[in-house]
């Protein structure tokens, strides 16, 4: 019991039994991280099936050309000047891109729990090459230029998703597809061989299928990209390099349209170049943790869209046990003040009983919400334990009326809870004016008291007759 103890070191007593609790609560802590990482296995097996998130780029020409280079080379023991051809390559991005995005959403779920947000894509467009009349500042000649050998790529960051409808012509003509980028380049997709020997303006059109989950992104290249995605999915998050204005995305219940348009003045990059360039590598938080990636030029130059959940659970529960020490707070500090001033004597066991039915609302609240979603689940789980410490205080605290001010205490305090979790950017000013309002309450309340005087307070006057001591 506390109740011979002067009300200081009762105050210690009940810090330090809230301190011991933090344990049990990083815990918790720790299993939602542990039920995350089981879901992300469970998705992660779904894509393996069907294809992760896309990246696609329209196509890109690559010319391989013949330079000279010179060298010395030493002949019975003097130099002699040599010449020899070298076959390099030459890329060409598109003056001119269009591509539009249709994505067929569906919701796959694995053991029962686990959702995941996969998609077919319909992709058409078409790409318009000119050769530019500076080559010259590249070292150069367009003699030089293999233009029969050339090849069309189409990067795909992950060409499991393709299907069987892939087209690409030219000028009418169908070309036959390759997998691969072809010239020994690094990246995945698919390439065709093109004989631009006239060296005339070029115009490529391409539409094909292609499966993907989660994230769909499209890479602009070349003097001027147009590109458009839709999509009857309902809550899409805007990512990447380049975000839609706000007059070219339009998001309801029925779905979203967004399209872009930029420019390689946005992109920074030539129209020629005798480097391949890369294709982006969009990583999801999860991946950047998993492979240790803080900053890449990889992540850039791409307008990404994120399928996304409406509610990410773990994340909604993970920031609700954040809040977990306030409500221990908060409710220890009420039998405090009930033990302090109406002599409702709470022993260290009462207090450690009751933390364990605070804590285990979070354990309850992540259990019922992975099964019938965070609302709900919210709702059974603070129900329960209101129920349970009610009762509880009743006999702690020696009368269903101070077991009443418990329950207003929990009722408004899961529904503040709540509140700020659906409510970020004004979470932090709701909280600390909470925080003051109670710190102004215990001030008030306990202005009177003597901390370091050991002392028997008079029967509570609120206490009902036939109340027995807790």
């Avoid at 979790?421 to 003597?450: D, K, P």
Wanted: glycine content about 10%; aromatic content about 10%; cysteine-free.
């Amino acid at each position: 019991m506390l109740g011979e103890r002067s009300p200081g070191v009762k105050l210690i007593i009940v810090g330090g039994i809230a301190t011991v609790l933090l344990i049990p609560l990083l815990m918790v802590y720790a299993l939602v991280g542990d039920r995350q990482h089981q879901a992300r296995v469970a998705q992660n097996s779904v894509t393996a099936a069907w294809a992760g998130p896309q990246v696609v780029a329209g196509p890109l020409l690559v010319v391989p050309y013949t330079t000279r280079v010179e060298y010395t080379e030493t002949v019975d023991g003097k130099p002699v000047e040599r010449t020899r051809e070298s076959r390099r390559t030459l890329y060409v991005s598109p003056a001119k891109q269009t591509i539009d995005a249709t994505l067929d959403p569906e919701v796959r779920v694995r053991g029962s729990i686990h959702r995941t947000v996969v998609y077919e894509a319909g992709i058409t467009g078409e790409a318009r090459f000119a050769l530019p009349p500076d080559l010259d500042r590249l070292g150069i000649n367009e003699e030089d230029l293999l233009l029969d050998e050339a090849i069309v790529q189409m990067p795909i960051s992950d060409p499991r998703g393709l299907q069987t409808d892939a087209q690409l012509s030219v000028r009418g003509d169908t070309l036959d597809l390759r997998p691969g980028l072809g010239n020994k380049d690094e990246g995945t997709g698919v390439h065709a061989f093109l004989d631009w020997s006239e060296s005339e303006d070029l115009t490529i059109a391409f539409a094909y299928g292609l499966r993907g989950s989660t994230a769909f992104s499209l890479v602009p290249r070349g003097e001027e990209s147009d590109l458009a995605v839709g999509s009857t999915w309902p809550h899409p998050s805007f990512t990447g390099a380049f975000l839609p204005s706000e007059g070219a995305r339009e998001v309801s219940e029925d779905g979203f349209k967004a399209s872009w348009s930029i420019s390689n003045l946005a992109l920074g990059q030539s129209l020629v170049s005798t480097e391949a360039p890369r294709l982006p590598f969009i990583a999801t938080k999860a991946e950047m943790y998993e492979f240790g990636i803080r900053s890449s030029p990889q992540v850039e130059n791409a307008a990404t869209i994120r399928l996304m959940e409406p509610v990410d659970l773990y994340k909604q529960v993970e920031r609700s046990i954040k809040y977990g020490f306030l409500f221990i707070g908060f409710t220890f500090l009420t039998f405090l003040m009930f033990d302090i001033v109406g002599g409702a004597r709470v022993a260290s066991a009462e207090y450690l009983l009751t933390g364990a039915g605070l804590i285990l609302f979070f354990v309850m609240l992540l259990a019922f919400a992975e099964m019938i979603g965070f609302g709900l689940a919210y709702l059974v789980a603070s129900g329960a334990i209101i129920g349970l410490l009610t009762s509880y205080s009743a006999a702690v605290l020696g009368g269903w009326r101070r077991a009443g001010f418990i329950a207003a205490l929990l009722t408004g305090l899961y529904a503040v809870l709540y509140v700020l979790l659906n409510l970020e950017a004004w979470s932090l000013v709701i909280g600390s004016l909470i925080l003051f309002i109670a710190l102004a309450a215990v001030m008030y309340a306990t202005r009177s008291i003597y901390w370091s005087k050991v002392s028997t307070t008079a029967p509570d006057e609120y206490a009902e007759p036939d109340a027995e001591p807790g």
